[in-house]
């Protein structure tokens, strides 16, 4: 079993800068793959970038390559990901998941464990 907790995000304005955090309970989070989702609303959740257990292998969606970042730190169970450049376009809640699987990639579906999520909003 794994829960997951958000946070980190907040109000920044067009060009700034966020690191979200994502702290996990459970014993076998070194073994989990992460990922990253965001939801604006009255759109469908949308892959933002994924993470192997072992942090070697990640993925990211097109719209954010180059500006968003995806790490993981096992030893204190928690995954980031730091958002550069941000733009009005990227404003939703980030929901961080795991997957029991080795990486999840993008597949929203397969990722069987969800915290509530954090709210990013960016002002133009």
């Known amino acids: 079993q794994v829960q997951l907790v958000e946070s980190g995000g907040g109000l920044v304005q067009a060009g700034g800068s966020l690191r979200l955090s994502c702290a996990a309970s459970?014993?076998?989070?070194?073994?989990?793959?992460m990922g990253w989702f965001r939801q604006a609303p009255g759109k469908e959740r949308d892959f933002v970038a994924a993470i192997s257990g072992s942090g070697g292998n990640t993925d990211y969606a097109d719209s954010v390559k180059g500006r968003f970042t995806i790490s993981r730190d096992n030893a204190k169970k928690t995954v980031y990901l730091q958002m550069n450049s941000l733009q009005p376009d990227d404003t939703a809640v980030y929901l961080c998941a795991a997957t029991n699987r080795p990486f999840g990639g993008s597949n929203w579906l397969v990722y069987g464990y969800w915290g509530q999520g954090t709210q990013v909003t960016v002002s133009s």
């Open positions: 459970g014993r076998t989070f070194s073994s989990a793959a």
